[in-house]
Antibody, heavy 123, light 107 residues
């Protein structure tokens, strides 16, 4: 069974840093891309960042580019999100999601999600 | 970035109804369009990918259509468990943006 378990969230002051982790199990981790998606309280889904299976392709939403860094450790089956210079608007539930291509190899989906870790940025 | 716009933002329907949700992309995305369902307090769940392909295990009352910039999600014969929020997402670019969501409520 695919399992994604996020951790590392909490209350942090504006301007400070936080590192989120996502522990993956139940599948061959380095066969898949991984992404972070966040959801502010009562709001919709916002894609944050994605990383390919070998870390060769990485991208960020403009809202976090230059402040957040995504990385992965394929030996340990972990995905990370280093968040610096945090702002109040970064307050959200952060999900990690498994990125999966269909059998054609063209269509990419988030076919498994964790339950999220809550980040609150407040003084 | 590609902007995704859903309509309506919310709608009310009854069990047994047929509902349609639309999603429009700010530029052509071919059929690189996914639909997700999210229930309160839960992670999103993939329903449809490649605009019209049903994810394994998803009931056949869900269907998707469209290409280019305009897409629809249709739910036939609404069931009580279908009342949730639905999101479209483009996978044409690596910045895989979501629509703002459509909340489907019981009338």
């Amino acid at each position: 069974e695919v399992q994604l378990v996020e951790s590392g969230g909490g209350l942090v002051q504006p301007g400070r840093s936080l590192r989120l982790s996502c522990a993956a199990s139940g599948f061959t981790f380095d066969d898949y891309g991984m992404d972070w998606v966040r959801q502010a309280p009562g709001k919709g889904l916002e894609w944050v960042s994605g990383i390919s299976w070998n870390s060769g392709n990485i991208d960020y939403a403009d809202s976090v580019k230059g402040r957040f860094t995504i990385s992965r450790d394929n030996a340990k089956n972990f995905l990370y999100l280093e968040m610096n210079s945090l702002r109040a608007e970064d307050t959200a539930l952060y999900y990690c999601a498994r990125g999966s291509f269909d059998s054609s190899g063209f269509y990419y989906t988030f076919d498994s999600w964790g339950q999220g870790t809550l980040v609150i940025v407040s003084s | 970035d590609i902007q995704m716009t859903q309509s309506p933002s919310s709608l009310s329907a009854s069990v047994g109804d047929r509902v349609t949700i639309t999603c429009r992309a700010s530029q052509t995305i071919s059929t690189y369009l996914n639909w997700y369902q999210q229930k309160p307090g839960k992670a999103p769940k993939l329903l449809i990918y490649a605009a019209s392909s049903l994810q394994s295990g998803v009931p056949s009352r869900f269907s998707g259509s469209g290409s280019g910039t305009d897409f629809t999600l249709t739910i036939n014969t609404l069931q009580p468990e279908d009342f949730a929020t639905y999101y479209c997402q483009q996978s044409y670019r690596t910045r895989r943006t979501f629509g703002q969501g459509t909340k489907l409520e019981i009338k």
